[in-house]
């Protein structure tokens, strides 16, 4: 094994410490070591003199000099600047350690903790650099003599304390001023131009933190303004321990070779650009799409800031119909544009075909008018190629230079000289085509429009057909669902009359089937009417404080006797309002004797919401009429009632037949039944749960329905706003009633008019039953006649009646004064049940409104009501 030599120099004026230095150096089988010795500076820089020892181990204290002054004389001594020195002491002083190594020394090591591993680690580090050093500093000369004869400039950059050193060529190639200088990497970045600057840093930093050469051009601002470009090139160089400490680079000017290069694209660029315009023109007619292209590319070619064509009038008035533009300036699209300096012979110029451009607006000799107006639009330089149209002058083809002042080259007023040729062909194609698209347009459209009224008709006939299909649909489960209730009560009705000996047992069957049958026909109509007033905004609610308690009770009451014939279990959950706890509520199962009790406490609670109490207990009729409907023997139907933050929580529950998945979404809609053929099990106009659904949302709640399938049972769930605990509900208007048997019309006088003698003879026997003395007539005009004798206390008239309707006749009966019957208290009867027939009955004095069919009850409460004068 070769092993190579080594001369070390030791300056130390202890005797004992240089024999342990000498021995920790010759333990290295790496190297045979020449071992130079001195006790004082002096004669040690006479030793380096003398030897050029490859490295130097140095005690600080020395009696003659301390190591700071050695290492100046040594740096005097030495050409090169790097010093391959340690420094030894026995002061751990840091302070100490960075005097030491700003002087020059490369290492430093404290006394007595120097293992002999340590010394040969930091004397192989010193002399690598050293080595290191002196062939970079050969290959500077080297490199200086090259670039002196290539023109170009070096620099240096030291990377552990950031010091720059330039050669006198990178002053030229930066444009310094005299006498000035680059210190830090920072000051040379900032010389680059700002959109160069990024990419310049981030290849000397992938050059650090790779090792790679790095090669790159950027561009530097001179102080004149005009723009050098700089080629770089350069190389990292690293130390034993792999840490960077020097980037040599070179810089070139290469403005000339770039110039060239640039006239050369600026050419090749030109070709292409007129190639394509030109076979665009030649294959489109699409002018906008050519303009478009036009000042897109020519704003690319130029390098400017917005190209515009300005389409004018010879006044000078006109507008910018194509613009492109960056995104640094304002986008003038569409402006409208007076030049008041357009008559001072540019008008003629223009139309001679002449360009013209501007270099600097404030230097140029522009008339104060014209350099308002492009400072306006923030031009400071502008080149104007005017757009020919045979011998027209069409319009304006106009570049911007919005940044800076610009020199514009010849090669780039031809270009767009050619252009604007090709684009005045363009233009008197786009003319032709028109003239001929409007042609084939006007014939299309006629062509056109006769398809769209044939579409038009085809769908009217479609429609039409669709709804008369419906409309078949409708009344046919109509007159099914009519037809059917009238069945038993017209049959029932014949046999009363034919046999009167029937017994009472089947008497009071029959009259019940009747009745029940009867009120089936009416909810039928009362849903039609309720129907119609929600589609014509006409339904208004009663809104009161309403128990929920009392609503849902009742409509179970009035299914109970449909679930007992089926065996259905009804039960109806209450939880607590106050706590959301099952523990707390009650459930309740109807019972044999079917009353649902609700325990004291449960029925102090309050669950009360703010509606319309019949049409709430319309909605829970409805859901729980539907659940009994549906659900076979032996099911059974869940009425839950939960509190939930602000509102209440209804769930009405059944094991019955289901809903399928394809009819679910529709479940609410009008007239749509999930079986609506003839030999369908269940009837119904399929009104009832669109009903259900208006109504929840009139009192502001919502209404959900969910079934996994059919006979699968279905759940609807209402949602319902609580009112506050302290609400007041006497603060809400109410009517109180007094029970039916307080009402005594005994001696009462009552005139009852109404063309259907039927009906006249019921009301007639109803009114008399309860004691009242009935005149009843067939027409108003029999009423007018009776009433100027009779003088009765009340009237009760039908509103529908042939000749004169009941709302004349009270017309003319308020007419009167009130001694001669004027203000007889009246009550309307009438078929019409629409909200519109209601306000227009009270409009004209009616004190009450009643719908057919009427219940004795109800028209004995109203009447007796008026006879009290509570009405």
């Not at 003319?431 to 056109?448: D, S």
């Not at 289901?658 to 529709?666: A, C, K, T, V």
């Not at 006497?730 to 007094?738: A, G, H, I, R, Y």
């Amino acid at each position: 094994m070769n092993r190579k030599y080594r001369t070390i120099l030791i300056v130390d004026d202890c005797l004992e410490d240089r024999e342990t230095y000498r021995r920790y150096l010759l333990q290295d089988v790496n190297y045979k070591y020449t071992i130079l010795e001195a006790e004082l500076g002096a004669e040690g820089l006479i030793l380096w003199q003398q030897y050029q020892p490859d490295g130097i181990l140095l005690d600080y204290c020395l009696p003659d000099i301390d190591g700071l002054e050695f290492l100046v004389q040594l740096q005097a001594q030495k050409q090169s600047k790097y010093l391959p020195v340690v420094i030894v002491t026995g002061q751990g002083d840091e302070s100490l350690a960075v005097q030491v190594m700003k002087a020059g020394a490369s290492d430093y090591l404290i006394k007595r903790r120097v293992t002999p591993e340590e010394l040969r680690l930091a004397m192989n580090s010193v002399i690598e650099k050293a080595k290191l050093h002196g062939k970079l500093q050969k290959s500077e000369e080297r490199l200086k003599l090259a670039l002196e004869s290539a023109v170009m400039g070096t620099w240096e950059w030291n990377i552990e304390n950031n010091n720059l050193i330039c050669s006198d060529f990178i002053t030229q190639i930066f444009d310094l001023p005299d006498g000035s200088c680059l210190s830090n990497y920072q000051s040379l970045l900032e010389l680059v131009h700002p959109d160069d600057r990024e990419a310049l840093n981030q290849s000397i930093i992938t050059a650090i933190a790779t090792g790679k050469k790095y090669q790159t051009e950027f561009r530097v601002l001179r102080l004149d303004g005009a723009v050098n470009w700089v080629e770089a090139r350069g190389k990292v160089y690293y130390d034993i321990m792999a840490q960077p400490t020097h980037l040599v680079g070179t810089f070139m000017d290469i403005s000339k070779s770039k110039q060239a290069e640039l006239e050369k694209q600026q050419h090749f660029c030109k070709e292409r650009l007129v190639n394509q315009i030109s076979q665009q023109v030649s294959k489109s007619l699409d002018l906008e799409k050519i303009l478009n292209t036009t000042v897109d590319e020519v704003r690319q070619f130029l390098q400017c800031d917005r190209v515009i064509i300005f389409r004018f009038q010879l006044d000078g008035n006109g507008q910018v119909i194509t613009e492109s533009v960056t995104s640094d300036w304002d986008v003038i699209l569409g402006s409208e544009i007076y030049d008041p300096c357009f008559d001072l012979g540019w008008a003629e110029e223009y139309k001679r075909g002449r360009i013209r451009y501007i270099e600097n607006i404030y230097t140029s000799n522009l008339a104060q008018c014209h350099i308002d107006l492009l400072a306006k639009f923030q031009v400071k330089a502008n080149l104007v190629v005017p757009i020919l149209q045979g011998e027209n002058l069409w319009g304006l083809l106009i570049a911007h230079q919005c940044s800076a002042s610009r020199q514009w080259q010849q090669v780039e007023v031809d270009l767009l000289q050619i252009l604007v040729t090709q684009v005045g062909i363009a233009i008197q194609q786009s003319t032709l085509f028109k003239q001929l698209e409007i042609e084939l347009t006007e014939r299309k459209h006629a062509q056109q429009e006769q398809q769209r009224l044939l579409t038009l008709e085809a769908a009217a006939r479609t429609e039409a057909e669709r709804a008369n299909r419906m409309k078949d649909e409708f009344l046919a489960v109509l007159s099914h669902e009519l037809r059917s209730p009238l069945n038993p009560i017209l049959g029932w009705a014949t046999v009363l009359l034919k046999n009167r000996n029937l017994d009472a047992t089947k008497t009071t069957q029959a009259l019940k089937i009747i009745e029940r049958n009867a009120k089936l026909q009416v909810q039928l109509i009362e849903d039609l009417l309720d129907v119609s007033r929600i589609l014509h905004g006409k339904f208004n609610l009663a809104a009161k404080p309403v128990n929920l308690v009392d609503v849902i009770s009742s409509a179970l009451e009035t299914v109970r006797l449909a679930a007992e014939v089926k065996a259905i279990s009804l039960k109806f959950i209450i939880l607590n309002p106050s706590s959301n706890s099952n523990h707390k509520g009650m459930e309740i199962v109807n019972s044999a004797t079917g009353l649902w009790d609700i325990e004291s406490e449960i029925k102090s609670l309050k669950y009360n919401v703010l509606g319309d109490a019949s049409r709430l207990q319309q909605i829970f009729w409805n859901l729980l009429s539907n659940a009994v409907k549906f659900t076979p023997h032996g099911g059974a139907v869940e009425v839950k009632l939960e509190p939930l933050g602000d509102f209440f929580k209804i769930i009405v529950t059944d094991t019955g037949k289901g809903i399928s998945p394809e009819f679910l979404p529709h479940v609410f809609e009008y007239f749509r039944q999930a079986d609506s053929a003839t030999t369908r099990k269940f009837g119904g106009l399929g009104l009832g749960l669109a009903i259900v659904r208006q109504l929840v949302e009139l009192h502001g709640g919502n209404i959900q329905v969910e079934s996994t399938g059919e006979e699968q049972g279905a759940t609807f769930t209402v949602m319902l706003t609580r009112i506050p605990e302290n609400f007041d509900g006497n603060k809400t208007e109410n009517k109180v009633k007094l029970p039916t048997n307080y009402f005594n019309l005994k001696g009462v006088q009552i005139l009852v008019v109404d063309d259907d003698e039927d009906s006249l003879n019921f009301i007639k026997f109803v009114l008399e039953e309860d004691g009242a003395i009935v005149t009843a007539v067939a027409s108003a005009f029999e009423a007018l006649k009776i009433l100027s004798d009779l003088k009765p206390d009340i009237l009760v008239s039908d509103i529908g009646m042939p000749g004169m309707d009941g709302y004349a006749l009270l017309r003319q009966i308020r007419a009167w004064q009130a001694e001669a019957g004027g203000e007889i208290p009246a009550v309307a009867l009438t078929a019409y049940a629409g909200e519109i027939d209601k306000i227009q009955a009270l409009a004209v004095g009616f004190q009450a409104y009643l719908t057919k069919p009427i219940e004795p009850e109800t028209l004995v409460t109203v009447v007796a009501e008026l006879a009290e004068g509570r009405v």
